[in-house]
């Protein structure tokens, strides 16, 4: 189970160690949004940074901590668990790319959500509680300024959508390109 374990974990290490190596050219100039340990069995064994969302680890901390061998061929670096598993630069960035394609369509599914449930439940609701408060002045007014605010948001989240689903055209070429 520990051999498993270790295993999940160097993979996801890899996907952000590896692809640090791979897109190193895009990454120059960047902010570094964040700063993560890797620990194993709570002992500390690296630095992973966080830039764009991803996380970059040290390739070498990594395959170390892990038992995993290590051994570079020209620009490759290819780490090897039990003789058996070999995880590229470019294996690990199309796994990571995969991973970031899955989580923009989970963006785009809960959004998609969100705009349906206010649209068909939520604002008919405070439309029609707005007409039953029409003679009341003040709770009238609150109810449409608040039907007004859930449509703006819907504009917002529309607009959310449309760069979510750019963000996912970027992945598919990223991975297209890889694949090719």
Do not use: C, W
Not at 10 to 25: C, E, K, P
């Amino acid at each position: 189970m520990k051999k498993i374990i270790s295993g999940v974990i160097a993979g996801v290490l890899l996907i952000g160690g590896a692809s640090a190596f791979a897109a190193s050219n895009n990454l120059i100039g960047q902010k570094v949004q964040g700063l993560f340990s890797i620990e194993k069995n709570g002992a500390k064994i690296a630095d992973a940074v966080i830039i764009n969302g991803s996380a970059y680890a040290p390739v070498r901390s990594v395959a170390e901590a892990t038992g995993a061998e290590l051994t570079i061929e020209g620009k490759k670096i290819i780490m090897s668990v039990d003789g058996k598993t070999t995880i590229t630069p470019k294996s690990a960035l199309l796994l990571n790319l995969n991973s970031q394609r899955d989580q923009v369509i989970r963006e785009i599914a809960k959004r998609e959500a969100g705009i349906q449930n206010i649209e068909s439940d939520v604002i008919p609701t405070h439309e029609q509680l707005a007409e039953e408060l029409a003679n009341n002045g003040t709770l009238g007014k609150q109810q449409l300024g608040l039907v007004e605010s859930l449509k703006k948001q819907i504009v917002e989240m529309k607009s959310e959508l449309v760069t979510l689903n750019q963000q996912l055209v970027e992945i598919d070429a990223k991975i297209a390109d890889l694949l090719k």
